[in-house]
């Protein structure tokens, strides 16, 4: 696509839809801003700026149109022990370091390894933060916030979301929601928890400011590991994330351009005060219903947010909770791959394995990083072992020839299985002949064990051919093998 074809496309299509749609994402990420910098142990302010600074700059540079940014609790929650222990200031620097990172990562194409990561464990993933949205509005259901009118402000506020569009969908029915139960709730004063009681909405535009930390080599030893933490899974929910919206609008994104803008916004962040973040799923899904595809609704979300925490802080400080917690509740059910319930039935049973793997680990421990590395491993596990079971050996004696056929993939996994279909000791076999037309090598575990399994039968004085190597497996045989070029005189033959 031309380039300014491009530009057009995403910064220029649709302006009041994207208008709209920033503004609903800019009222939803108020309340999780702040809620994810007490997490952190730090002041209201240091989210917001947070998720003003990310939200902009990745609209700029990321890789991924539509999709939002802004402080997580993923991150959040990795540096309690930074901020308990050595106090804000290094968790600014951290966050700067953070930046530097992710860069480095998509220099080095890290992004890449998303390869890895199955359909499977993406469902589990996407399930799993989709139960964990709907736990976060607990709080705001239960205990003092028990009240009639909470329930009924949210429940008003989910048949707003769902009915409104079938009347009209030129504005997002979760912005009209929002509005409404704020009005509501100001005209009768109705005796909701609101925006203002999650903490104090700073009341001025972020500055630069510099980490006041010691610039010495201590300070970088107590820093960098939280900083790595930090850039991993900031990284790894972004490209999740990214991967998610990608199928929502059946669009593409440029993962690595995503590693570096992700970098680029964490690095600045934290010379105006903020902390870490990356891509969140749930402000994702919000911008994406509500009708934001483009780089344009990202930019609006973390604009609003700021005009509306600096110049309309009383206002949005008066906007009831229970009216974002309709919307997010929205987003849960949204975000949920329902069809997934009837995949179990017909999908293989180790796929299903690995997403409920992934769902009961982030559940369980509140940390996607966890939940998807179970899941990777999980699926490298299973499907190690059912490669391993499509190797199949057979053999045969005529006269004082023993012929083997092996086929299949032969790698680290599955070499056990060639040495066992192995005889040794025969003494009316003087000649051994290795068929291994239908197979392929692949590490150099299986062109090891077949330089062992020549060698021992060598040593037995028998004469040994190995025939039928695909060219590939040559290749690696004779650069692998323990001896000098074993099978060049063994009758190999390549095709």
Same mark, same amino acid.
């Given at each position: 696509?031309?380039?300014?074809?491009? =530009?057009?496309?995403?910064?220029?299509?649709?302006?009041?839809?994207?208008?709209?749609?920033? @503004?609903?994402?800019?009222?939803?990420?108020?309340?999780?801003?702040?809620?994810?910098?007490?997490?952190?142990?730090?002041?209201?302010?240091?989210?917001?700026?947070?998720?003003?600074?990310?939200?902009?700059?990745?609209?700029?540079?990321? !890789?991924?149109?539509?999709?939002?940014?802004?402080?997580?609790?993923?991150?959040?929650?990795?540096?309690?022990?930074?901020?308990?222990?050595?106090?804000?200031?290094? @968790?600014?620097?951290?966050?700067?370091? =953070?930046?530097?990172?992710?860069?480095?990562?998509?220099?080095?194409?890290?992004?890449?390894?998303?390869?890895?990561?199955?359909?499977?464990?993406?469902?589990?993933?996407?399930?799993?933060?989709?139960?964990?949205?709907?736990?976060?509005?607990?709080?705001? @259901?239960?205990?003092?916030?028990?009240?009639?009118?909470?329930?009924?402000?949210?429940?008003?506020?989910?048949?707003?979301?769902?009915?409104?569009?079938?009347?009209?969908?030129?504005?997002?029915?979760?912005?009209?929601?929002?509005?409404?139960?704020?009005?509501?709730?100001?005209?009768?004063?109705?005796?909701?928890?609101?925006?203002?009681?999650? !903490?104090?909405?700073? %009341?001025?535009?972020?500055?630069?400011?510099?980490?006041?930390?010691?610039?010495?080599?201590?300070?970088?030893?107590?820093?960098?590991?939280?900083?790595?933490?930090?850039?991993?899974?900031?990284?790894?929910?972004?490209?999740?994330?990214?991967?998610?919206?990608?199928?929502?609008?059946?669009?593409?994104?440029?993962?690595?351009?995503?590693?570096?803008?992700?970098?680029?916004?964490?690095?600045?962040?934290?010379?105006?005060?903020? =902390?870490? !973040?990356?891509?969140?799923? !749930?402000?994702?899904?919000?911008?994406?219903?509500?009708?934001?595809?483009?780089?344009?609704?990202?930019?609006?979300?973390?604009?609003?947010?700021?005009?509306?925490?600096?110049?309309?802080?009383?206002?949005?400080?008066?906007?009831?909770?229970?009216?974002?917690?309709?919307?997010?509740?929205?987003? %849960?059910?949204?975000?949920?791959?329902?069809?997934?319930?009837?995949?179990?039935?017909?999908?293989?049973?180790?796929?299903?394995?690995?997403?409920?793997?992934?769902?009961?680990?982030?559940?369980?421990?509140?940390?996607?990083?966890?939940?998807?590395?179970?899941?990777?491993?999980?699926?490298?596990?299973?499907?190690?072992?059912?490669?391993?079971?499509?190797?199949?050996?057979?053999?045969?004696?005529?006269?004082?020839?023993?012929?083997?056929?092996?086929?299949?993939?032969?790698?680290?996994?599955?070499?056990?299985?060639?040495?066992?279909?192995?005889?040794?000791?025969?003494?009316?076999?003087?000649?051994?002949?290795?068929?291994?037309?239908?197979?392929?090598?692949?590490?150099?575990?299986?062109?090891?064990?077949?330089?062992?399994?020549?060698?021992?039968?060598?040593?037995?004085?028998?004469?040994?051919?190995?025939?039928?190597?695909?060219?590939? %497996?040559?290749?690696?045989?004779?650069?692998?093998?323990?001896?000098?070029?074993?099978?060049?005189?063994?009758?190999?033959?390549?095709?």
């Amino acid at each position: 696509m031309p380039l300014h074809r491009k =530009m057009k496309r995403d910064w220029l299509s649709q302006p009041k839809t994207e208008f709209l749609a920033g @503004l609903v994402v800019a009222l939803a990420l108020i309340p999780e801003a702040i809620g994810f910098a007490l997490i952190a142990g730090v002041d209201p302010q240091v989210g917001l700026y947070a998720s003003f600074s990310i939200a902009v700059i990745t609209a700029i540079l990321g !890789g991924r149109p539509g999709m939002i940014s802004a402080a997580t609790a993923a991150v959040a929650v990795l540096v309690i022990p930074l901020v308990r222990d050595h106090g804000v200031e290094y @968790l600014f620097a951290a966050t700067v370091l =953070m930046g530097v990172f992710q860069a480095i990562a998509g220099f080095f194409r890290l992004d890449l390894l998303m390869r890895f990561v199955s359909r499977s464990v993406i469902t589990g993933f996407v399930n799993a933060l989709a139960i964990l949205i709907f736990m976060a509005q607990l709080p705001q @259901l239960t205990g003092d916030n028990f009240k009639i009118e909470t329930y009924a402000m949210v429940a008003a506020g989910l048949a707003i979301i769902y009915l409104l569009p079938r009347l009209t969908k030129a504005v997002p029915s979760p912005l009209v929601a929002i509005v409404l139960l704020a009005g509501v709730s100001m005209y009768w004063v109705l005796d909701v928890s609101t925006v203002g009681d999650m !903490g104090k909405l700073p %009341s001025s535009l972020p500055m630069f400011h510099l980490p006041q930390i010691p610039l010495t080599l201590e300070t970088l030893q107590i820093i960098a590991p939280y900083a790595a933490a930090m850039a991993a899974v900031g990284l790894l929910e972004s490209l999740l994330t990214a991967s998610i919206v990608d199928d929502m609008t059946e669009t593409r994104s440029a993962k690595r351009q995503e590693c570096y803008g992700q970098g680029v916004a964490n690095f600045f962040t934290g010379f105006i005060g903020g =902390m870490g !973040g990356c891509a969140m799923i !749930g402000q994702s899904v919000i911008n994406i219903k509500s009708g934001g595809r483009h780089r344009l609704s990202t930019l609006f979300a973390g604009i609003l947010l700021i005009i509306l925490i600096v110049l309309l802080g009383p206002w949005v400080a008066a906007i009831p909770m229970p009216a974002l917690v309709a919307v997010m509740i929205f987003v %849960s059910i949204s975000t949920f791959r329902w069809k997934s319930f009837t995949e179990i039935t017909h999908h293989p049973k180790a796929s299903t394995a690995v997403m409920v793997a992934t769902v009961i680990t982030v559940v369980a421990t509140h940390d996607l990083a966890k939940g998807v590395l179970v899941g990777v491993l999980l699926s490298g596990i299973l499907f190690a072992a059912k490669v391993r079971n499509l190797v199949k050996t057979d053999t045969r004696l005529e006269g004082a020839t023993r012929h083997y056929m092996i086929g299949g993939e032969i790698f680290f996994g599955s070499v056990d299985i060639v040495t066992e279909a192995m005889e040794y000791g025969e003494e009316d076999v003087n000649a051994v002949v290795i068929d291994v037309t239908h197979a392929h090598f692949w590490d150099i575990s299986a062109t090891g064990v077949l330089d062992k399994v020549v060698a021992r039968l060598q040593g037995e004085g028998k004469q040994v051919q190995v025939i039928g190597m695909n060219k590939a %497996s040559a290749t690696l045989v004779e650069k692998y093998s323990d001896n000098e070029k074993p099978f060049e005189s063994l009758g190999v033959v390549g095709h």
